[in-house]
């Protein structure tokens, strides 16, 4: 199953919960300050993010999102199932 992670930088008032409650410190702050002013999380190690969603959970502000998304190469229409 394949996942897309996804930080609302405008929402996000860089309060740094999710960066201390990530198990594999994947977040960091900004250094680039957002239309509000405030310094948002990014993912500063995208490739080791194990989609615990722990950051989604203790966001306060709701500003980030892991969601499932559909594989390549795979037929949605269960074209295996065919019998013929």
């Known amino acids: 199953m394949a996942y897309m992670y996804q930080i609302d930088f405008e929402r996000c ?9 990530c198990p594999k410190n994947v977040l960091e702050l900004t250094k680039e300050v957002n239309a509000k002013g405030y310094f948002p999380a ?11 969603t722990t950051c989604c959970i203790m966001c306060p502000d709701v500003a980030i999102s892991i969601t499932k998304t559909s594989e390549e190469g ?4 269960g074209a ?4 013929g």
Do not use: H, I, S
Request: proline share 4%; hydrophobic share 25%.
């Open 13 to 21: 008032k860089g309060c740094g919960l999710c960066v201390d409650v």
């Open 42 to 52: 990014y993912q500063a190690r995208p490739q080791d993010c194990v989609f615990c």
């Open 74 to 77: 795979k037929n949605a229409g």
């Open 80 to 83: 295996e199932d065919n019998d």
